[in-house]
Nanobody, 127 residues
C-alpha cells in the first residue's frame, strides 16, 4: 500500500521555525521526486519545493527562497522541509507528493505531474 505521511505542522509565531517530514512507504522511495505543496484558505494550491531522486536538484518557489530548505534521507524514506523565518502568509495545509518524473525548473510545481499525495499537515503562523 503506497503511503505518504506528512507531519510536523503546528502553531508558530512569526519569525519562528518548523520542520516538516514526509515519510513514505510501499514504493521504491529513491526512484521518486518528492514535492511539497501548500494550500491556504481560499487560495489555490501552490508548489513550495521539490527534490530530485538523489537530492541533487532542488527547486523552491520564490516566496520561500532563502527561508526554506528541502532535503531527503533515502535510508529513512523521508523528505524534510525545514522552514525558517516563518511569516503569516506561510499559513496553509502542507502536502507532500511523489512524482516518477525528473523535476525541471519550468514544471516542477505542476501538481498534476505528481502521482501520489499525502494527507497534509497544518502550519499556522500567528502571534
Amino acid at each position: 500500500d503506497v503511503q505518504l505521511q506528512a507531519s510536523g505542522g503546528g502553531l508558530v509565531q512569526p519569525g519562528g521555525s518548523l520542520r516538516l517530514s514526509c515519510a513514505a512507504s510501499g514504493f521504491a522511495f529513491d526512484d521518486w521526486t518528492i514535492g511539497w505543496f501548500r494550500q491556504a484558505p481560499g487560495k489555490e494550491r501552490e508548489g513550495v519545493s521539490c527534490i530530485s531522486r538523489s537530492g541533487g536538484r532542488r527547486f523552491y518557489t520564490n516566496s520561500v527562497k532563502g527561508r526554506f530548505t528541502i532535503s531527503r534521507d533515502n535510508t529513512k524514506n523521508t523528505v524534510y522541509l525545514q522552514m525558517y523565518s516563518l511569516k503569516p502568509e506561510d499559513t496553509a495545509v502542507y502536502y507532500c507528493a511523489a512524482s516518477d518524473g525528473s523535476p525541471i525548473l519550468s514544471t516542477w510545481h505542476w501538481g498534476h505531474l505528481y502521482d501520489r499525495w499525502g494527507q497534509g499537515t497544518l502550519v499556522t503562523v500567528s502571534s
